[in-house]
């Protein structure tokens, strides 16, 4: 194979000079100015969802009433839910057995015929306790913004408990509210695995989207009709 052109060459070594630090005091300084400026404009969006979230993070034990509780997927193993998804699970089946709930929305992805988490997280729940008549599923929050959107917009959530780990809840929360729903979260512990640190790193990525979408309040992935379990539901716990 033939190599570069001599022309090509020199531009080639062009570019590498102009990539080279600069020597000046001046040059330095504008270049520390615009590391600064980029890191504070990609930290921005991590920094809306902290204050945003502010003191409304809690445990189940002081967690504040409301009459939903809203739990987000967190993927499957093998049919069953994850562990970190079954931790969540569990904080919701104890805030419905101490009364901080009434009823319980499970929201997560079913857009494939052999993965369901709604009808998993249901089952699970059925097993911890949860009466079925309290449970509603939601089979289309395929992020957490569709997650938040459809709680308000198809089931008519205004006010819920949202339950995720420490790293994901204050992102739930800053979408949740500005999809209209009045939310506290409730934190569920995480072993500090891989995972967690996966998670972590995740959600200071995803800060960007989820400014986006609180800004831009787009429609859901797939919105579709009212339903009237959330509803139902509620009525039946009176």
């Known amino acids: 194979m033939r190599g570069p052109v001599p022309g090509a060459w020199r531009r080639i070594r062009s ?101 369901d988490e709604p009808d998993a997280m249901r089952a699970y729940l059925l097993r911890h306790g949860v009466p079925g008549r309290r449970i509603v599923s939601d089979y289309a929050g395929f992020d957490t913004w569709d997650s938040c959107s459809r709680a308000r917009r198809i089931f008519g959530v205004d006010r819920a408990v949202l339950v995720s780990q420490g790293f994901h809840i204050r992102r739930a929360l800053a979408l949740c509210s500005a999809a209209g729903v009045d939310s506290a979260g409730v934190a569920v512990a995480a072993k500090r695995d891989v995972t967690w640190a996966y998670g972590g790193v995740r959600e200071i990525l995803a800060a960007g989207k989820a400014a986006a979408d609180a800004l831009l309040r787009p429609d859901p992935q797939f919105l579709g009709r009212q339903e009237k379990g959330v509803t139902e539901a509620l009525a039946d716990a009176r």
């Open 15 to 115: 570019g590498v000079r102009r990539l080279r630090p600069p020597r000046t005091r001046r040059g330095q300084r504008r270049a520390f100015q615009a590391v600064v400026a980029l890191t504070v404009l990609a930290l921005a969006p991590a920094t809306w969802m902290n204050a945003t979230a502010g003191p409304r993070v809690h445990g189940v034990a002081d967690s504040p009433a409301a009459p939903v509780a809203i739990v987000f997927g967190a993927g499957l193993w093998n049919g069953e839910p994850s562990p970190y998804l079954a931790h969540r699970l569990d904080a919701a089946a104890a805030l419905y057995e101490r009364g901080t709930v009434r009823a319980v929305l499970v929201t997560g992805d079913n857009s494939r015929s052999d993965y």
